[in-house]
């Protein structure tokens, strides 16, 4: 299959960039490289740099005519979306509709969706969220996520592209930028290996679904399948607090690092977690990956970095 794949140079999309060209598929990478870096890109696979809000994209997917689009470029800072929600609308709202249109007029039949879990659903009313819970996003970032769902719905039922649009809860795994906001594994693990002390916002008891790379890599993969189609949680149905990641960490690394606490983030999420029964109903899948063995591989890997 030819395949575009936004975001392709950051952590999710290159990942799966790689296990697509694995799989013998012909990929092309569409990223302004903002967050994301050229080391990431699977030298196998062609790189276009451009902005995905750039109605230039248009011409691109007329000259390659692509059979599917993954679409993992986003503004994915939550902070960032509440502090400039513009920006934030421009590049998941109009960018997303932008590739939408260019996929529309040139053939495209299938289109896979990074979306959120935590920042849709907001505070839960019940635990885990399954894919039919209230949808109360609490930031802009949500609420991009949530209309790019609505979009692809609309191009669903009008023109008849297909799409799996996944849910993700915490992502975590080798290439996540430490620097982020959110990366949570990635910035302990840096922090640690450096000796320094992490920070926990709030008492630390506030709790994520972390899933690890390979297993959203494994979606992704099953999701070219004709069969599958439709909005899924990919989440673990763990719950896992982050004074538990800090522990688990500390150990497996023997750092000397004190659980340093600071002010809970406003608006912060207390309880985060999301059923993945309705993904394993319909593809068979689950999380392979416990969260030690993914921490000690996420350990392995920015180990091997340094
Ligand atoms: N990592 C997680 O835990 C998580 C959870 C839920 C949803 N998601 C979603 O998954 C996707 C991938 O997230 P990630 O963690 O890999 O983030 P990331 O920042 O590593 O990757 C995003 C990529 O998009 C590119 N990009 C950003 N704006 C762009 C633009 N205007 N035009 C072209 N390219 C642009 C960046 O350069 C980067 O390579 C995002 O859509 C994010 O919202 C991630």
Redo the contacts with the bound molecule.
């Keep these: 299959m030819k395949i575009a794949v ?9 990942h799966i960039v790689d296990a697509y060209i694995e799989e013998g598929h012909d990929v092309v990478v ?8 050229k080391a ?1 890109i699977n030298p196998k696979a062609r790189f276009e740099k ?4 750039n109605p230039k994209i248009r011409d691109l997917f007329e000259a390659e005519k692509f059979d599917v689009l993954s ?6 800072n939550v902070r960032q979306s509440v502090i400039d929600p513009s920006f934030d609308a421009n ?1 998941n709202i109009i ?1 997303g509709i932008n590739l939408y249109e260019s996929a529309h007029k040139t053939g495209v039949s299938k289109i896979i969706f ?6 849709i659903y907001g505070e839960q009313k019940y635990f885990p969220a399954d894919e039919r819970h209230p949808k109360r996003p609490c930031s802009p ?1 949500g609420v991009s ?1 949530l209309a790019n769902e609505k979009y692809l719905v609309y191009y669903k039922s009008l023109f008849g592209i297909e799409h799996v649009i996944f ?6 795994g080798p ?3 430490p620097e ?1 906001e ?2 949570v594994v990635a910035i302990f693990v840096k922090k640690m290996l450096k000796g320094k002390n992490p920070v926990i916002f709030g008492d630390g008891t506030q709790t994520r679904d972390y899933v690890y790379i390979e297993d959203v890599v494994n979606a992704n993969v099953m999701a070219l399948d004709e069969k599958a189609k439709g909005i899924y949680n990919c989440s673990t149905g763990r719950e896992i607090s982050v004074n538990t990641i800090f522990r688990i960490l500390k150990y497996r690394l023997g750092a000397d690092v004190k659980e340093l606490h600071e002010e809970a983030q406003s608006g912060e999420q207390l309880r985060s977690v999301c059923s993945h029964r309705k993904l394993f109903k319909a593809l068979g899948w689950k999380a392979d990956v416990d969260i030690e063995q993914g921490l000690i591989k996420t350990i392995d890997w920015f180990r091997s970095q340094k």
């Design positions: 936004t975001g392709g140079a950051g952590f999710v999309g290159s569409i990223d302004n490289l903002s967050t994301g870096s990431n451009i902005d995905i809000t679409h993992h470029a986003a503004q994915a590049v960018g990074a979306s959120t879990g935590g920042a970032y996520k849910r993700y809860t915490n992502v975590y290439r996540q930028n982020g959110s990366g």
